[in-house]
């Protein structure tokens, strides 16, 4: 009987519930929360990365008459479109799941520091993922990196905090 009234309501109601009973399973507990978040972004970054990996152009078009960018774009390009989705989805898998973590295990707090903290951990995975050369230092330093980096991003993209503090509220 609830087949058959949401194939009543249309496409939209079907995904209305489809909707709710995906959020009720992920309310669960915080684990399948992480867990679902942490799988659903890194397929995103898998599908991105690939789609991104498999345009493989030289966007200056000569890379071959300077050797310092063309081994910068053959670092780029290395692996191929797989190699570019596996980075990708690593990255993106890792840095939304220990967002989320950072913001449950805080109570709910976001600011920059929880954007850091994940986008440090997003990193060191990249860098682990992507073959470094010295994996212990280029982790830590993509893992600075990258938290530097989204920090900037995280208090330049509040203008309303910017405007606050300006006028000493």
Do not use: C
Request: net charge positive; glycine share 14%.
């Amino acid at each position: 009987m609830a087949a058959a009234s949401s194939a009543a309501g249309g496409p939209q109601q079907l995904f209305a519930d489809l909707q709710v009973k995906f959020n009720a399973f992920k309310a669960q507990n915080d684990a399948v929360d992480i867990a679902v978040t942490t799988l659903a972004s890194a397929a995103q970054g898998v599908f991105i990365g690939y789609l991104l990996g498999s345009f493989s152009v030289d966007p200056a078009g000569q890379s071959g008459s300077n050797p310092q960018v063309s081994a910068q774009l053959a670092a780029l390009q290395k692996g191929g479109p797989w190699g570019q989705a596996r980075n990708l989805g690593v990255f993106t898998g890792v840095n939304a799941g220990l967002s989320l973590a950072i913001k449950k295990a805080r109570g709910g707090k976001e600011d920059v520091w929880g954007s850091m903290g994940a986008a440090f951990g997003a990193g060191v995975a990249f860098s682990l993922m992507s073959g470094a050369p010295s994996p212990l230092q280029s982790a830590f330093t993509t893992g600075a990196a990258f938290a530097g980096f989204n920090g900037l991003f995280y208090q330049v993209g509040a203008p309303r905090r910017w405007q606050l503090r300006a006028f000493g509220h």
